[in-house]
């Protein structure tokens, strides 16, 4: 267990519909970021905060939205989804910079009908 | 563009012996490299990483090591165990234009008994 929290750990949802995945960092972590995994992909990704300031952005689409609240925790906004959005999504928290060690949640699995 | 080649995509070897896996990355600011390990269902953990300002970095029977001038890096697993078995990433910390992460496209490592 990496202390990291991500809710829920399943979402089933429309094509155009908008879904909302939440993350913890572990206690006194900092930096959170968001990475996409498609099927028998690789990881992708997408973007960190650090205290609350978007820190480095992927690719991320303009129909997804993150942001992080003053108590450190993270969420991801998708909107307009499509099937090719169906993905393992991954929240990781770092004590403070982008190059500390990154701690993985267990990961949210989103999929689009 | 920006990118990271790994290869090679798949390794079976026999138990006890080793393995090595290779980066290469295009974006010569890159001065961050962590390589992760992903067992089936699992979460990406952690295994090692290294600075640009280092040339190989050991930790038990992992080590990495880094050519800046080649721009490559690679992973080295020695006296394989089965529960090596796993997919590995790593990934390129770019600091050039906009700050983000480019993962290689995984190695599916097999180790045999």
């Known amino acids: 267990d990496s202390g990291v929290t991500q809710t829920p750990k399943h979402l089933i949802t429309a094509t155009g519909q908008r879904v909302t995945l939440r993350c913890s960092p572990r206690?006194?972590?900092?930096?959170v970021y968001w990475y996409q995994q498609s099927l028998d992909q690789g990881l992708q990704f997408l973007i960190q905060?650090?205290?609350?300031?978007?820190?480095a952005k992927g690719n991320i689409l303009e129909r997804f939205s993150a942001q992080q609240f003053p108590d450190l925790h993270s969420e991801l906004n998708l909107s307009s989804l499509e099937l090719g959005d169906s993905a393992l999504y991954f929240c990781?928290?770092?004590?403070?910079?982008?190059?500390?060690?990154?701690?993985f949640g267990p990961g949210t699995r989103l999929t689009v009908l | 563009g920006e990118n990271v080649e790994q290869h090679p995509s798949t390794l079976s070897v026999q138990e006890g012996d080793s393995a090595v896996i290779k980066c290469t990355y295009s974006?010569?600011?890159?001065?961050?490299f962590p390589w992760y390990k992903q067992e089936l269902g699992k979460r990406p953990q952690l295994i090692i990483d290294?600075?640009?300002?280092?040339g190989e970095k050991k930790d038990q029977r992992i080590a990495v090591t880094l050519n800046k001038t080649a721009k490559h890096f690679s992973l080295h697993i020695t006296e394989t165990q089965p529960e090596d078995s796993a997919v590995y990433f790593c990934?390129?910390?770019?600091?050039?234009?906009?700050?983000?992460?480019?993962f290689g496209t995984g190695t599916r490592l097999k180790v045999l008994a």
């Open positions: 206690s006194g972590d900092l930096s």
């Open positions: 290294i600075r640009s300002n280092v």
């Open positions: 974006d010569s600011a890159s001065n961050y």
């Open positions: 990934a390129a910390w770019i600091t050039s234009g906009t700050y983000k992460y480019i």
């Open positions: 990781a928290s770092s004590p403070q910079g982008s190059t500390d060690t990154q701690y």
């Open positions: 905060y650090y205290n609350g300031e978007e820190r």
